[in-house]
T-cell receptor, first 112, second 113 residues
Framework: DAKTTQPPSMDCAEGRAANLPCNHSTISGNEYVYWYRQIHSQGPQYIIHGLKNNETNEMASLIITEDRKSSTLILPHATLRDTAVYYCIVRFLSGSQGNLIFGKGTKLSVKP | SAVISQKPSRDICQRGTSLTIQCQVDSQVTMMFWYRQQPGQSLTLIATANQGSEATYESGFVIDKFPISRPNLTFSTLTVSNMSPEDSSIYLC??????????FGQGTRLTVV
């Protein structure tokens, strides 16, 4: 699985959009970009994933550059409850291997 | 989706003792995964537990230290044996993540004194 690079921390004002970047310059053509987050003292929670098209769900939007070497997770209206560590993970879809390789992630602090 | 229950949620144990962590899933799954999260660190995979076969351990983790059972398709246990303070971590079980999203339990916060 390709390696990802994320900033260690970011701040965001409550109610504003939080834009979390991720670099994955060695991503291969069949690897997906996944985002998970871990709120303090809880297990990681799936947010969104995509291959090359932008994706949106009820939690967030995922913007993947045309060359797929980077992506941005967008929380459109951040709340205090969005304070968490956000992990960008690049991986193949595999029916035989489901483990995730976690990097250090980005600690997002949403401030009032 | 999958709902995962882990027990205990936290424990404080004496060094040299062992603790068994239980993971119960509300649906049948082929693979279950056990992760460790040391204080202030990210998650590291300990092992993959398939029902009906021996668990597969990642580099740096051995069966004698972290024996795993997988008696059926909805349940698994991880034992942390002969504990030392360095074993103080959060231990999490997980399912899915192959062709679907992964689901995690709330974790077991272990403190070894």
């Amino acid at each position: 699985d390709a390696k990802t690079t994320q900033p260690p921390s970011m701040d965001c004002a409550e109610g504003r959009a939080a834009n979390l970047p991720c670099n994955h310059s060695t991503i291969s053509g069949n690897e997906y970009v996944y985002w998970y987050r871990q709120i303090h003292s809880q297990g990681p929670q799936y947010i969104i994933h995509g291959l090359k098209n932008n994706e949106t769900n009820e939690m967030a939007s995922l913007i993947i550059t045309e060359d797929r070497k980077s992506s941005t997770l967008i929380l459109p209206h951040a709340t205090l409850r969005d304070t968490a560590v956000y992990y960008c993970i690049v991986r193949f879809l595999s029916g035989s291997q489901g483990n995730l390789i976690f990097g250090k992630g980005t600690k997002l602090s949403v401030k009032p | 989706s999958a709902v995962i229950s882990q027990k205990p949620s936290r424990d404080i144990c004496q060094r040299g003792t062992s603790l068994t962590i239980q993971c119960q899933v509300d649906s049948q799954v082929t693979m279950m995964f056990w992760y460790r999260q040391q204080p202030g660190q990210s998650l590291t995979l300990i092992a993959t537990a398939n029902q009906g076969s021996e668990a597969t351990y990642e580099s740096g983790f051995v069966i004698d230290k972290f024996p795993i059972s997988r008696p059926n398709l909805t349940f698994s246990t991880l034992t942390v044996s002969n504990m030392s303070p360095e074993d103080s971590s959060i231990y999490l079980c997980s399912v899915g993540g192959g062709r679907t999203e992964a689901f995690f339990g709330q974790g077991t916060r272990l403190t070894v004194v």
